[in-house]
């Protein structure tokens, strides 16, 4: 079984200021884990998916998040906050191999202050 | 282009009325979902298949209804024993052996 924790429904930032989403995973296999981002009344969008390999994965629009497995955490992250950035972001896990039935957290919706 | 469709955008039903929701893929995509979006309750899984002809049970199958009789369409049925159906509804498909699912643009239901 697998489940997704997303730290703060909500998060502010202001144009310019990094931006930190925090998402911790549960897995009793090594996971898959991804990011996605939601703008209102749309599909979700891959921003960035880690599998294997690197921990550090870049992903779309300059988003990064780190796979620490020691802190079961996937953060995402991303230097500078543009007005753009402002959606609903969703972390997911997936286990390796066979059907890989995905979890999702419950979203934390970035506000973007200009 | 590629991709994934779905419509209506906007639906609007009757309380004790089935209505179906559409979704089609030109990704040559072999599995297919459906998912319901509430705030603040992320997605929760509806039904899924893996291949034609086959389809299984989600998390929250109870009052919905689907089939899959062609490799690009996975039509969902909400049913009028749907308790609470208003919401958005996301279709989404992968490729067999891949890790992501690509999703469609959502339709929202709302019962009257």
């Known amino acids: 079984a697998q489940s997704v924790t997303q730290l703060g429904s909500h998060v502010s930032v202001s144009e310019g200021a990094l931006v930190l989403l925090r998402c911790n995973y549960s897995?009793?296999?090594?996971?898959?884990l991804f990011w996605y981002v939601q703008y209102p009344n749309q599909g979700l969008q891959l921003l960035l998916k880690y599998t294997t390999g690197a921990t550090l994965v870049k992903g779309i629009n300059g988003f990064e998040a780190e796979f620490k497995k020691s802190e079961t955490s996937f953060h995402l992250t991303k230097p500078s906050a543009h007005m753009s950035d402002a959606a609903e972001y969703f972390c997911?896990?997936?286990?390796?191999?066979?059907?890989?039935?995905?979890?999702f957290g419950i979203g934390t919706k970035l506000q973007v202050i200009p | 282009d590629g991709g994934i469709t779905q419509s209506p955008k906007y639906l609007f039903r009757k309380e004790g009325q089935n209505v179906t929701l559409s979704c089609e893929q030109n990704l040559n995509h072999d599995a297919m979902y459906w998912y319901r979006q509430d705030p603040g309750q992320g997605l929760r899984l509806i039904y899924y298949?893996?291949?034609?002809?086959?389809?299984q049970k989600g998390d929250i199958a109870e009052g919905y209804s689907v089939s899959r009789e062609k490799k690009e369409s996975f039509p969902l049925t909400v049913t009028s024993a749907q308790k609470n159906p208003t919401a958005f509804y996301l279709c989404a498909s992968k490729l067999a052996g891949a890790n992501e699912q690509f999703f469609g643009p959502g339709t929202r239901l709302t019962v009257l």
């Open positions: 298949s893996q291949i034609v002809n086959d389809f």
């Open positions: 897995s009793s296999v090594p996971p898959y």
């Open positions: 997911a896990v997936s286990l390796s191999g066979g059907y890989q039935k995905v979890t």
